[in-house]
């Protein structure tokens, strides 16, 4: 019997693309924010990992997730020996991660053979928003290692410095020492400041006591956890920061014990879990009294790596949607040709493409505090209000899209052979990890607004964008420049009289009507560097929709022309783009 052609019925998925390759914006951005030398350097990496992240890191990926840790607790002996078991797809993904490509070491030692110098963050992130569109368990693991390397080497003494660094910026994975982040308890998991962990110093060495309730990463070589020593205030004030290592300098295992692994809904190729401390030895972290602020640079640094992975879940998603749209044929039609489906991958994709300008600014931003130079004292109130805003809005942004995309390949989208479930359960963890929405709203407004005084240097920064955009297309600079005046007094005033309940709100406002105002500045620069002035359009779409309130009785802007141009994906002169975004 002959085997049906199933092209234009089931839509085939991503597998053989590059997602390098086909994604022009990913390649325009690091354009816009890489040197040409730097740029040259690592766009042949950036190339074999796009095709490998479409490809076998996908494969295992699949594997690793369907085959979840398991954790032993004796060996066959009868001894006590914990270990936890990995499917060989897992280690793949972790020779990839670790060793080919380096992701947790780029920031803090030369990874390249042709580029000798440490890779700024924008740089780093293009590697892990590439690597995490195929596996988002193992982002947790890369980046905590090296947002743990971060603060060891900001805090730690020479001696922690010379113990640990080493072999957490290892690429040699039998060398390699994994790092972790151990905060959660069941009586402190939002309200860090209810920690229980006790703290005892014991003949020079400190001890830890407690448990800690959800711990990524279980057995991590490294973790860095918060704990109270013996009578040290209560609140966060009273918490100091520790190193505390799996095995001993013997070769013995630490009194660490896990109690139990998370069946978790996502992210389920990594191993969660429970841990019980029985007096695990510890290396305190920079100064008793100030656990709780240096613990921040690192939570930070993952509220930064968690929105580019979540934009890269994102991505994923979209490529799978136009995958499928390009090639299913469902009444006599290419599905991208009707009217319902076509608006609907525009709505994916609008996410998307804001989401890739928030990180890649937010990163820059980094960047320019990182290198201490000029500007860098504005960048790091601009950095310190943008880190929050990019992971409340991406991380929920990510759960839509994906879940919308699953629609698009239709009954297929929910079975397990196709990436839509996984992409779907990953999403939801972005939201929840390193402080749910409703925190992460209320430090961005009532910490980093409120106390840090960030609104007016961040809204500065986009004034001056706007600068850029008025020499070009006046009209589209102006109606941007009154929604960023407007959402700055409305954030001002919310922050003024703590109005809770309207920060979530807020912060929502200040990404979208920023990211507009990227997305034109963007348009702009990329039209004089590549005669593609596209980005303009994504930015009215961005503000039509997402910024302009309507109620859903409201017809929707007729801007016809301008989304044919956009989902044909081809270059816009900048004349044409005046008149589209009119």
Known sequence: MATPDLKGVIAPDTRGQNFFINDRTLQDLARLYLDDALREAIWPQLEELGYRAANDLDHHAMSANRHTPILHQRDKYGRDSQWIEYHPSYHALEQAAFGDYGLHAMSHR???SNWKKVLPVFAKHLYTFLFNQAEFGLGCPINVTDSAAHVIRLFGDEALKARFLPRMLSTNLPELWQGAQFITEQEGGSDVGQITTRAVLDQGEWRLFGDKWFCSNADADVAMILARPEGATKGTRGLALFAMPRTL??????????VRLKDKLGTRSMASGELRLEGALAHLVGEQDAGLKQMLEMINWSRLSNGVKSAALMRRAVHDALTVSNQRVVFGQTLKDLPLARRQLLKLRLASE????????TANELDVLETGGLGSNRASSIARLATPVLKMRVTRDARQVCGDAMEVRGGCGYVEDFVNPRLV???????????????I?????????????CLSPYIAEF???LDVVRSSIPSLAQELGEWLE????????????DEESRFRSMVSALYHVTSAVLMAWEGVLLEKQTGDASRLLWARLALDHKVIEKGPLSPPPERPSLCDSLLRNEDVELSQARDLVR
Do not use: C
């Open 110 to 112: 030369p990874i390249l």
């Open 249 to 258: 300098d013997d070769g013995s295992p630490n009194h660490i014990r896990i």
């Open 354 to 361: 804001q989401s890739m300008s928030m990180w890649a600014f």
């Open 425 to 439: 359960r990953d999403a939801y963890l972005g939201s929840i990890w390193e402080g749910t929405s409703n925190i």
């Open 441 to 453: 709203a209320i430090d961005a407004i009532r910490r980093a607004i409120s106390r840090d005084s």
């Open 463 to 465: 004034q001056e964008r």
């Open 486 to 497: 407007k959402t700055e007094r409305e954030v001002a005033g919310a922050a003024e009289r």
